[in-house]
């Protein structure tokens, strides 16, 4: 590992904090100058190795080094960030591959025995016009056109009027899915941006996956009746049925193992007056589970125990579905290189899953091999200016990425 300089990793992310940050926090909001200035920096980088770099017609940025074999490895990343985000989020992904890549050429002279390509996901926040994860999901062939198509920012600008400003032609952002022909593996370093590292007092974990989501509204239909002439056992009560939602979804999370997540994230009333029972209450749950078939039976029992309420309140009960995703388990294999890459560096590894989606949940999604690591977040916080991880902890996880990467190389090269 000699050739590999993690501390330079670190200087160059307080570098790109130094021009990309106010006193709010990094600025690097897709298709806006300052990520466009982003992108100049990271080229001049990349132009001092023999890598080609292009942009594909999503506005992805791609580094590749040839190597022995037409199969490839990807590493992937994002420079952008949310308005007022954190310094490392997305950013350390692509810098650590930007080291990792200087590595392999003073290793294998600019020759690896596989092709590495290093991808710069373009809009991975999806902060100015709502949809996370653009790049990737046009690459693996995902991306809902008609749905994107109407996306407006909040100046009334349309997606497809935004990326032509930067050169994309929206109509023709699915034909970057050639760039996934020869790809072997997919691998993505990054912040954890939650707790669990930081509970457990440990830098590294290798990640299980990306959590499948069930997000839906659930309205309970009463009857508004006089809160002074109306007798408690004459009510028909929607806010009731509700709250009784409330205990009941950490039961089932409880139930599934330990490993899911239920969250009732609103709540409205009608009429919503402090004189009236409630006729109308809407509340939204949001489901997270790993594992497909235990998100289905949280969901089910959710369904269930609504049903049991509304009868108990002599009230009705409309679901109604917002938005869903699969669960996005990484490749086992990929995950115990990961694993072994940490436990190498800092002699314990953690595995855990991914609340939060992230681009690696694309290539996995069109059936590239994929893993992730995470590294501990201070504060367990992201999305904000305090987001950090302490230097150590950074210096450790470009050495561990970097080892992930090379049992990578040979895992693909023993499968040809
Ligand atoms: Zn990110």
Not at 54 to 76: C, K, P, Q, Y
Not at 183 to 209: R, T
Request: glycine letters at 8%; proline letters at 4%.
């Amino acid at each position: 590992m000699a050739f590999l300089d993690p501390k330079r990793t670190v200087a160059e992310l307080k570098d790109l904090r130094r021009f990309t940050a106010d006193e709010n926090g990094a600025q690097r909001v897709a298709f806006t100058k300052t990520w466009v200035a982003t992108r100049a920096w990271l080229r001049k980088k990349l132009e001092a190795l023999p890598v080609e770099v292009h942009v594909d017609e999503a506005g992805n940025l791609w580094a590749t080094m040839r190597g022995e074999s037409e199969r490839a490895l990807l590493i992937g990343g994002h420079m952008d960030s949310v308005p007022n985000g954190g310094w490392l989020d997305g950013c350390l992904n692509v810098m650590a591959g930007v080291e990792i890549l200087r590595r392999l050429n003073e290793q294998y002279k600019g020759r690896p025995p596989v092709t590495v390509r290093l991808v710069d996901w373009a809009d991975e926040e999806g902060a100015r016009f709502g949809k996370s994860l653009f790049g990737s999901s046009a690459c693996s062939g995902s991306l809902n056109m008609a749905e994107a198509r109407g996306l407006k920012d909040k100046d009334g600008v349309a997606l497809p009027d935004a990326l032509k400003a930067i050169g994309v032609d929206f109509e023709r952002v699915k034909e970057c899915g050639k760039e996934l022909k020869d790809a072997a593996a997919y691998l993505e370093l990054h912040i954890e941006q939650g707790p669990v590292l930081l509970d457990l007092n440990l830098p590294l974990g290798a990640v299980l996956g990306t959590f499948g989501v069930e997000r839906h509204a659930i309205t309970f239909h009463g009857q508004a009746a006089h809160s002074g002439s109306t007798p408690m056992n004459r009510r028909r009560d929607a806010f009731l049925a509700a709250a009784k939602m409330s205990l009941e979804i950490y039961r089932i999370a409880e139930r599934s193992g330990g490993g899911g997540v239920c969250t009732i994230g609103s709540c409205t009333t009608k009429p919503g007056i402090v004189t009236s029972v409630v006729e109308d209450c809407r509340i939204t749950l949001d489901q997270r589970h790993l594992d497909a078939a235990a998100l289905a039976t949280m969901l089910r029992e959710a369904k269930e125990a609504s049903e049991r309420f509304a009868r108990e309140g002599n009230v009705t009960v409309a679901w109604e579905r917002l938005w869903q995703i699969e669960p996005r388990p990484f490749h086992p294999e990929l995950i115990e290189l990961c694993a072994a890459a940490i436990k190498e560096t800092c002699g314990v590894s953690h595995r855990l899953p991914s609340g939060p989606l992230h681009d690696a949940a694309e290539p996995c999604g069109a059936g590239v091999p994929t893993v992730m690591m995470f590294v501990q977040s201070l504060h367990g916080i992201s999305h904000n200016k305090i987001e950090d991880t302490k230097e150590e902890h950074l210096e450790a996880c470009v050495v561990a990425f970097d080892r992930l990467v090379e049992k990578t190389l040979r895992w693909i090269s023993a499968a040809e």
